[in-house]
Each structure stands twice: as C-alpha cells, then as structure tokens.
C-alpha cells in the first residue's frame, strides 16, 4: 500500500505538518521512464489519505523528458489537479549517468558529452501556493 492511513495518522499526531509526495508525472508511461512503479491512482489515492489526516501536501513534478508529449502535460496538470497539494514544485529532468534513459539519449546524440551535470535536477521555481 502506498499510504497506510493509521501511519499517516501517526504522522499526524507526532507534528508532521507537511508531506512530500514525487508525482514524477501524469502518464503512467513517462513515471515509468524515470524508474517509479506507482500508478496515477495509486498516487491520487495517498495524497487523499494525506489530505485527510489533516497534513499538507508538497507534490514535486518532472518536466521535459525525451518524447514527452502534450498529452503527457496535460496528463500531469490532470495529476495534479486529482492530488490538490497545496505546493508544488517543478523539475526539469535531466539524466542520471548510468540510466537507462542516460544510455539511450547518449546513443540518440542527445546527450554530446559523457560529463553529467553536477546535479541531475534543475529547480524551475517559484513554488506555486494554494494549487486549487
């Protein structure tokens, strides 16, 4: 189970006023791209448990990997408005050395050098605050 709620409750009455939740994002296919095995309902079903425990959600997203489509975008805008956290970050992604979508966008020439980046995230701020 992604969210057990008697451990979210837990969580709840110790102080946790915050819980991060990493949608990766909207389309099944692209999460498993990035090497996450949670489905869209799995991931809406825990933000809903986190919701309910009365704890604040910070959902993180990906954006930009290779062949992401707009109907991927609009999956992710369709995750995030089902999740309703009450921040959200963005990433940009970019490829972890060693990866399977390193190894593919290196064999694509995507990818020019073999030096990665110092970090695999790039940060697209500002938070965005009171996501409805």
Partial sequence: ???????????????VQWAALDLGCGSDASRAQLGHRAMAEQLVFAAAVIRKAGVKLYAHVTAG????????????????AACRPQSISARLW?????????????????IEQAKPH???????????????
Wanted: glycine share 10%; net charge negative.
């Fill in 65 to 80: 990997l290779p062949l992401e489509t707009e109907a991927d975008v609009a999956a992710t805008e369709a995750l995030l």
């Fill in 118 to 132: 110092p970090s695999n995230m790039t940060w697209v701020g500002p938070w965005v605050q009171g996501f409805p």
């Fill in 1 to 15: 189970m992604i969210a057990d709620p008697a451990i979210v409750e837990a969580w709840k009455t110790c102080g």
């Fill in 94 to 110: 970019r490829p972890c050395p060693g990866s399977p979508l390193w190894d593919a966008m290196r064999g694509r020439g995507v």
